[in-house]
């Protein structure tokens, strides 16, 4: 599986936008990247995922370059609500042999009031 | 549905006791994990399971060990607990859809486990 760098941490105050990126630089033709949420005292949960160009959802949106190596998530207008880690992994559809997924330690956001 | 369900929440040991910490899922999912989770750290792999009667090592295995008897259930044992292991245990699971790296993981609320 392709190894993850992301920032250690970032502040940001309520009503910013919010750009985390991370570097995929080993990334397979047949990775996907995804992203997930982890809150104080409760399990991860998914956020979001794409393959390349741009995602959107409810909740974020995710842009990858052409070349893949990077990705980033875009939190709009975040609110106390939105601090948390957050975990980019890069993983593939079956068939590629492994069955595990790595987490790394994510980006630990911090929203400000 | 209740998705995955971790007991106990807490659970204070004393070293060389042994306990199995309980997960299960109600979703019918083939893939299911355990981790741990330390202060500043990110999520590590312990064992993992592709379906019943298979399971697997990840990444920090040892003083663990795991079975898979039936879909909904995968138990984590610690056969003789030691202050090392002191950290928060989460248990997740997927459907084996189209893999592992692009399957949703759906993650327990976690067990918080003290060795003394």
């Known amino acids: 599986l392709a190894k993850t760098t992301q920032p250690i941490s970032m502040d940001s105050y309520e009503g910013q936008e919010v750009n985390i990126t991370c570097s995929h630089n080993n990334i397979a033709t047949n990775d996907y990247i995804t992203w997930y949420q982890q809150f104080p005292s409760q399990g991860p949960r998914f956020i979001i995922q794409?393959?390349?160009t741009k995602v959107t959802n409810e909740v974020a949106s995710l842009f990858i370059p052409a070349d893949r190596k990077s990705s980033t998530l875009s939190l709009p207008r975040v609110s106390l609500s939105d601090t948390a880690v957050y975990y980019c992994l890069v993983g593939d559809t079956a068939g590629a042999g492994s069955y595990q997924l790595t987490f790394g330690k994510g980006t630990k956001l911090s929203v400000i009031p | 549905n209740a998705g995955v369900t971790q007991t106990p929440k807490f659970q204070v040991l004393k070293t060389g006791q042994s306990m199995t910490l309980q997960c299960a899922q109600d979703?019918?999912?083939?893939?299911m994990s355990w981790y741990r989770q330390d202060p500043g750290m990110g999520l590590r792999l312990i064992h993992y399971?592709?379906?019943?009667?298979?399971?697997d090592q990840g990444e920090v295995p040892n003083g663990y060990n795991v079975s898979r008897s039936t879909t909904e259930d995968f138990p984590l044992r610690l056969l003789s607990a030691a202050p090392s292991q002191t950290s928060v245990y989460f248990c997740?699971?997927?459907?084996?859809?189209?893999?592992?790296?692009?399957?949703?993981?759906?993650f327990g609320p976690g067990t918080r486990l003290t060795v003394l």
């Open positions: 979703m019918n999912h083939e893939y």
């Open positions: 997740a699971s997927s459907p084996l859809g189209q893999g592992v790296g692009t399957d949703t993981q759906y």
């Open positions: 399971s592709v379906g019943a009667g298979i399971t």
């Open positions: 794409g393959y390349k």
